[in-house]
Nanobody, 126 residues
Framework: QVQLVESGGGLVQAGGSLSLSCVASGRTLSTLSVGWFRQAPGKEREFVAFIKWSGSSTGYADSVKGRFTISRDNAKNTVFLQMNSLKFEDTAVYYC???????????????????WGQGTQVTVSS
């Protein structure tokens, strides 16, 4: 099975930047599509970004497009989420998720993913 561990969360002022990491083990990252999701208190878990297993396709929620960038380093089994121009409404627990089906299309949906990390807290102040 696949284990995912997120890191890099913390407290940052509005307008600042933060970079999250998701390290996968148990399976080579190159075979996995990876998504980032977030959940704020009292809110449903929502899609943030995805990157397909091939690395040829990425997608972003409209709310983060132009501010967040998802990338991967397969040699390190790591997916990153670079978050710039952070807003208060970006405050949430951020989760990475992995999907081992190369035919998956709806990578913006939580239902596609088989594996989830424990989450890392991102808090944007001011």
């Amino acid at each position: 099975q696949v284990q995912l561990v997120e890191s890099g969360g913390g407290l940052v002022q509005a307008g600042g930047s933060l970079s999250l990491s998701c390290v996968a083990s148990g399976r080579t990252l190159s075979t996995l599509s990876v998504g980032w999701f977030r959940q704020a208190p009292g809110k449903e878990r929502e899609f943030v970004a995805f990157i397909k297993w091939s690395g040829s396709s990425t997608g972003y929620a409209d709310s983060v497009k132009g501010r967040f960038t998802i990338s991967r380093d397969n040699a390190k089994n790591t997916v990153f989420l670079q978050m710039n121009s952070l807003k208060f409404e970006d405050t949430a627990v951020y989760y990475c998720a992995a999907d081992g089906n190369p035919l998956s299309v709806r990578l913006y949906s939580t239902s596609v993913y088989d594996y989830w990390g424990q989450g890392t807290q991102v808090t944007v102040s001011s």
